[in-house]
């Protein structure tokens, strides 16, 4: 039963991790297909986060409330793949705004939400969530490498068309996860998580080490294209790197339990300095695809060590730190710096990813302090 459930929740995140490996690299050019600026594009990527950041801890409060998660992800992950067509057929700037922040209202709650009902589950049930949860980190990389062939093939907007297909199956495979028993509903409402003072660390950590990859997201493809790499070379770099995080998900747990939370954010945040230091310094290819590895650390490590911190919180709590986290500690930094980034790139290119290394040696002594709070929650 527990991998029969753990399989039901791995298929989700291939299907919903699908849409995020042809978006992310290539929803830039589409915007830029449209003749759009760097600056407007930016616009349009930050005002998405923004809308995000409200949406999604209000659907997870509802979620904890209610007690039904699964119902909200298959909703949402359906009108996604409705919403997400908007982006082949917007006529300008101002359509394509709407068409953003309707898609982000709606795709707000699919991977909290996801994250909320899969860590559940593992608890009931004792399967390995990072098992779970590699299936997605390999259909990103499965996905990236499609739509960089198909974009050389049939142009950047396949990717719209691409992604509402995904979106489908997640909703689809969101109807197979079982209900699993309900926990008492939520109290507290969203001050509750706040009264974990790991909690309290975590977000500053999520938002300096995740949001460090803003610039990445949002203008590496443009960066890329610049320097002379084709679509299909950029695709394999965007899921190469991944290759080495799906091992980290399926075999990791011994490294996850000896580090801890805080010893993956601060591993994180070490890579994050090297990674983005070395992207900044160069676009030769054999240095690419070295530092693109390390994205295995900077992302992955940093999302195991969160989804151990908020895995501890009480189960009626779970859908609101989720969406939180996701929100505050996520998208709010990634909303700001991506808005940023668009001047950043525009002045000063590639070399912008100085910046961004910066934010992750920040977030190093931060780690010390989450150290701190989880030891004083354990004594």
């Known amino acids: 039963m527990p991998l029969a459930v753990q399989s039901r929740f791995a298929?989700?995140?291939?299907?919903?991790?699908?849409?995020?490996?042809?978006?992310?690299?290539?929803?830039?050019?589409?915007?830029?297909?449209?003749?759009?600026?760097?600056?407007?594009i930016a616009t349009i990527l930050a005002l998405g986060s923004a809308v995000r950041l409200l949406a999604a801890p209000a659907v997870g409060r509802g979620a904890d409330g209610w007690g039904d998660a699964r119902s909200i992800l298959v909703l949402a992950s359906g009108?996604?793949?409705?919403?997400?067509?908007?982006?082949?057929?917007?006529?300008?700037?101002?359509?394509?705004?709407?068409?953003?922040?309707?898609?982000?209202?709606?795709?707000?709650?699919?991977?909290?939400?996801?994250?909320?009902?899969?860590?559940?589950?593992?608890?009931?049930?004792?399967?390995?969530?990072?098992r779970a949860r590699s299936a997605g980190s390999a259909s990103y990389i499965a996905a990236a490498v499609l739509a960089g062939f198909a974009v050389q093939w049939a142009g950047a907007p396949v990717v719209v068309w691409l992604a509402s297909l995904f979106f489908l199956l997640t909703a689809l495979a969101a109807r197979g996860v079982p209900r699993l028993e309900a926990p008492?509903?939520?109290?507290?409402?969203?001050?509750?998580?706040?009264?974990?003072?790991?909690?309290?660390?975590?977000?500053?950590?999520?938002?300096?080490?995740?949001?460090s990859h803003a610039l990445y997201y949002g203008f590496a493809t443009l960066h890329w294209q610049a320097a002379g790499l084709s679509s299909g070379v950029i695709g394999l770099l965007w899921g190469e790197g991944v290759v080495v995080e799906v091992a980290l998900f399926l075999w990791g747990r011994p490294l996850v339990e000896r580090l801890g939370p805080a010893g993956l954010a601060g591993l994180a945040a070490l890579a994050g300095v090297v990674r983005w230091s070395v992207t900044a310094m160069t676009s030769w290819l054999p240095a690419l695809v070295v530092v693109q590895l390390l994205h295995a650390l900077t992302f992955g490590a940093m999302h195991l060590g969160a989804m151990r911190v908020l895995g501890s919180l009480p189960p009626g709590q779970a859908a609101t730190a989720q969406t939180l986290h996701s929100s505050l500690g996520v998208g709010l930094a990634m909303g700001l710096l991506t808005y940023g980034c668009g001047p950043l790139y525009a002045r000063f290119g590639g070399e912008g990813f100085w910046a961004m290394a910066a934010l992750c040696a920040i977030a190093l002594p931060i780690a010390g302090n989450l150290r701190r709070a989880l030891r004083r929650r354990r004594g």
């Open 11 to 40: 298929l989700v995140y291939a299907a919903q991790f699908a849409t995020v490996g042809v978006l992310v690299p290539f929803i830039p050019a589409v915007l830029a297909g449209h003749g759009l600026t760097p600056g407007e």
């Open 79 to 130: 009108l996604a793949a409705c919403t997400i067509t908007g982006f082949a057929w917007a006529p300008g700037f101002g359509a394509l705004v709407a068409v953003a922040m309707l898609h982000a209202l709606v795709s707000a709650p699919v991977v909290p939400l996801s994250d909320a009902l899969c860590l559940g589950g593992a608890r009931q049930l004792g399967f390995d969530y990072g």
């Open 184 to 211: 008492a509903a939520g109290r507290g409402g969203f001050r509750a998580p706040f009264r974990d003072p790991a909690f309290r660390w975590l977000l500053p950590l999520s938002a300096l080490i995740q949001g």
